[in-house]
Nanobody, 120 residues
Framework: QVQLQESGPGLVSPSQTLSLTCTVSGGSITTKTYYWGWIRQPPGKGLEWIGHIGYSGSVLYGPSLKSRTSISRDMSKNQFTLQLTSVSPEDTAIYYC????????????WGQGTQVTVSS
């Protein structure tokens, strides 16, 4: 059973870079057909897909945050990371990492989520 766990600072200052790490256990991030994504939910709003990194290392970003987003991975640690630059209070949200099977195109395994607040 795969498990995902987000980690990172809960408070980020405006204009700084938000950095989160997702640690995966019970499965390898290089296993074929799986994609590893980041999704967020601002307070009172729906889920917003940020982007994902595939088993081959290919990356795809959602259009709304693409210019400020970078997703990378560390295969030796079985982790993947999110960096979001130039944050503002509008980036305050619960951030989730999740796994998608290419065959289903749905995120079936999720981390518990981590609250990130952007405030001075």
């Amino acid at each position: 059973q795969v498990q995902l766990q987000e980690s990172g600072p809960g408070l980020v200052s405006p204009s700084q870079t938000l950095s989160l790490t997702c640690t995966v256990s019970g499965g390898s991030i290089t296993t074929k057909t799986y994609y590893w994504g980041w999704i967020r939910q601002p307070p009172g709003k729906g889920l917003e897909w940020i982007g994902h990194i595939g088993y081959s290392g290919s990356v795809l970003y959602g259009p709304s945050l693409k210019s400020r987003t970078s997703i990378s991975r560390d295969m030796s640690k079985n982790q993947f990371t999110l960096q979001l630059t130039s944050v503002s209070p509008e980036d305050t949200a619960i951030y989730y990492c999740a796994r998608m099977n290419d065959g289903t195109s749905t995120y079936s395994d999720w981390g518990q989520g981590t609250q990130v607040t952007v405030s001075s």
